[in-house]
């Protein structure tokens, strides 16, 4: 089975900043890669698929990049409400499997 | 709206059986695809099991193969997951998810998510 690794597990970061996370495919996954977003308490919420298509209401300062193994997820300019864990999920094949997760916390 | 709510959660001894479901709203349901995610307490979330629109294609993640059946009702608007033999390990949140369906395709991603149903196995 593929396996899906993010970097860092976590990371602090100012508000303002430029905050890039990655999410490395053990196999080619051409662009099937999904990224969410779980706020403390919250569901897991659709950010990016496609591995750069940003959902349907989804702030312009997230977006995504990358095809076959390498893939990152970038916040433009961070900001407090962006506090969360992030998980990206392969879906070219079964299983689905999502990565570890990154946590963003604001220094 | 959509709306995806799960229910039948609750405390179960180690070996013993649970039926979770998860009731859906504000779609066509019978033409989405349709997944278990699961999050134990304090951790990630892992992709369980999903089912094609007429149930056709069932998929299993290892941990729960053999265990674990997923099954739909289209005339229910429902989505069930019988868990059997369950271990500690098996505790956590369970999510019911929406795959993103389009003109009659489906990618395993998971555009809704219902609010999870807890599920903890202890003696």
């Known amino acids: 089975d593929i396996q899906m690794t993010q970097s860092p597990s976590s990371l602090s970061a100012s508000v303002g900043d430029r905050v890039t996370i990655t999410c490395r495919a053990s196999?080619?996954?051409?662009?099937?890669l999904a990224w969410y977003q779980q706020k403390p308490g919250q569901v897991p919420k659709l950010l990016i698929y496609?591995?750069?298509t940003l959902q349907s209401g989804v702030p312009s300062r997230f977006s995504g990049s990358g095809s076959g193994t390498d893939f990152t997820l970038t916040i433009s300019s961070l900001q407090p409400e962006d506090i969360a864990t992030y998980y990206c999920?392969?879906?070219?094949?079964?299983?689905?499997?999502f990565g570890q997760g990154t946590k963003v916390e604001i220094k | 709206e959509v709306q995806l709510v799960e229910s039948g959660g609750g405390l179960v001894k180690p070996g013993g059986s649970l039926r979770i479901s998860c009731e859906a709203s504000?779609?066509?349901?019978?033409?989405?695809?349709m997944s278990w995610v699961r999050q134990a307490p304090g951790k990630g979330l892992e992709w369980l099991s999903s089912?094609?629109?007429?149930?056709?294609?069932?998929y299993y993640a290892d941990s729960v193969r053999g265990r674990f059946t997923i099954s739909r009702d289209s005339a229910k608007n429902s989505l069930y997951l019988q868990m059997n033999s369950l271990r500690a390990e098996d505790t956590a949140v369970y999510y019911c998810?929406?795959?993103?369906?389009?003109?009659?395709?489906?990618?395993?991603?998971?555009?809704?998510w219902g609010q999870g149903t807890l599920v903890t196995v202890s003696s």
């Open positions: 089912i094609s629109t007429s149930s056709s294609y069932i």
């Open positions: 504000g779609f066509t349901f019978s033409t989405y695809s």
């Open positions: 999920q392969k879906y070219n094949s079964a299983p689905w499997t």
């Open positions: 496609a591995a750069s």
């Open positions: 196999q080619g996954i051409s662009s099937y």
């Open positions: 998810a929406r795959a993103r369906c389009s003109s009659g395709s489906c990618y395993y991603y998971s555009d809704y």
